[in-house]
């Protein structure tokens, strides 16, 4: 299968009529491993949410196709903060979560949808883990775990949001080694990170975003001593007094 | 001993009434205080039961203690209530609880204001502290029949709503119609608590929603779990209280509520989860 056509267009996306995106245009081909860096507050949160469609844009346009014409399937992996971890449920219910775009509200899951889930928690090396609470997750073996509900969710466009925060180097490898099989089996995947070590060694395409597009394209250029200067300086407030922006508007 | 268990029940037909109603009420409310606790929305069901009051005493003013009028009025008034909530939750980012305790201090004042206009102290004590030994055919009817209606109607909400609590963002990104089924499930609620208010009046209707839910989180460490071990503690309690309520000619309601008190109060100490003595009695560790 190959993944889906990332294509952004003139996109301005705001907090309080503030710019956090300004006037981005990018296109993630199919298939491609993109890499988002960029300072805090440089709008790549909200540039994941904006495609994933939580945060409505005020311009421009997000456009997602398949090479051959048919419905894509989109997943997004937020940082954890919005999750409530001491809710009672079980590691198994949360990975058939995954489900939740073919099942719904009231069908139930076939055994095949289990032995699915199974492998899901196994691949991610939480096997044997199905029965147990999440509250008795620590946070890195509760990010397997979302990346077991993305495996199951088998979406084209997979976006995630600081994949690698707060775990440690074994679990970083071993989500790394998921998110490779993904690219490998021609999905698009699109991962905000903060590690250019990683991003160097691992992603082929990179965004460096600072409000606006810094620099796009393959990882070493964009990743210039240059260019990283440029994102530094971008001002981390918003200038209060800003005047309505007069910039390209949207084709 | 067997006699004291059962005979008032089979002695005295109020008794069954009472116990019949309890029942059906400690089957269909307790799930719901589970999702209202695992939500952080405790407050809600308080603001709810409230909220119903001057509905209720509106009621009472057109038509007197008749069931029917009193319903009518509490849905009415407990729905507005609802949807008033859900706004306030929404425009203060879900730091509403000040505006919520505003919210029910003033439903409750202008509730007993109405009754006050036309009724006596009796009237006005049978909508604050209801009168479970009094439930007639009516009442019995609508506790009956909101348990009939919220038991499958949550069995079909149960995983979008439980969804939601856990990972919001999640369901939204999944098109799981949030807003839809929280709408469902808080009428489910005011149901719940007008059929609470005929036995247990308005000041009491969410104890047996809120003390089972509460008292059940030391049971069950998974969501259907807590449901059945919430439903068994009310149905418990409504069964005790009833019966301590008419071997010690203790007022009903409050009996029942006590009851269901000290099963949270036992839960904290006994339950296996985060009880207590559990934390006390330090078992030795395991090897791996």
Known sequence: MRGPELRIEHLTATHRRHPAVHHLTARFAPGSLTAIVGPNGAGKTTLLRAVAGLHRPDEGRIAVTHPEGRPCRLALLPQQAGMDRTFPILCRDVVLQGLWSRLGPFRGASAEDRARASAALEAVGLGGFGQRPVADMSAGQFQRLLFARLLVQDADLILLDEPFNAVDARTAADLLAVLKRWHGEGRTVVAVLHDLDLVRAEFPDCLLLAREKVAFGPTAEVLSAANRLKARMMAEAWDEDAAICAGPKAA | ?288
């Open chain 2, 1 to 288: 001993m067997l006699e004291a268990l059962l005979g008032p029940f089979v002695e005295f037909g109020f008794m069954r009434r009472a116990l019949v109603g309890c029942v059906a009420l400690a089957v269909a409310a307790p799930p719901l205080g589970v999702l209202l606790m695992l939500r952080r929305t405790s407050l809600t069901a308080e603001v709810l039961a409230h909220g119903v009051t001057p509905g209720i005493a509106a009621g009472f003013l057109v038509a007197g203690l008749s069931v029917p009028a009193m319903s009518l009025g509490g849905l009415v008034a407990g729905l507005l209530v609802a949807l008033g909530a859900g706004a306030l939750s929404r425009a203060t980012g879900g730091r509403e609880d000040a505006a919520l305790t505003a919210l029910y201090l003033i439903a409750l004042a202008l509730g007993v204001t109405l009754v006050s206009l036309r009724g006596d102290t009796g009237d006005l004590t049978h909508l604050l502290f209801g009168q479970v030994l009094g439930v007639d055919d009516a009442a019995l009817l609508l506790m009956a029949g909101v348990a009939t209606i919220t038991l499958p109607a949550l069995a079909l909400a149960w995983r979008p709503l439980a969804l939601e609590t856990f990972d919001p963002a999640f369901a939204r990104a999944e098109g799981a119609q949030g807003a839809l089924w929280h709408m469902l499930f808080l009428t489910l609620v005011v149901l719940n608590v007008l059929a609470a208010f005929q036995a247990m009046g308005t000041l009491m209707a969410v104890g047996l929603m809120m003390l089972p839910a509460v008292a059940a989180r030391h049971w069950a460490r998974e969501l259907s779990g807590l449901a059945y071990a919430a439903v068994a503690i009310a149905a418990a309690s409504a069964f005790a209280g009833l019966l301590a309520s008419y071997h010690l000619d203790l007022p009903s309601g409050p009996a029942i509520v006590l009851t269901a008190g000290l099963a949270w109060a036992v839960s904290v100490v006994a339950g296996p989860v985060d009880g207590l003595a559990a934390r006390l009695l330090r078992r030795p560790h395991l090897a791996g």
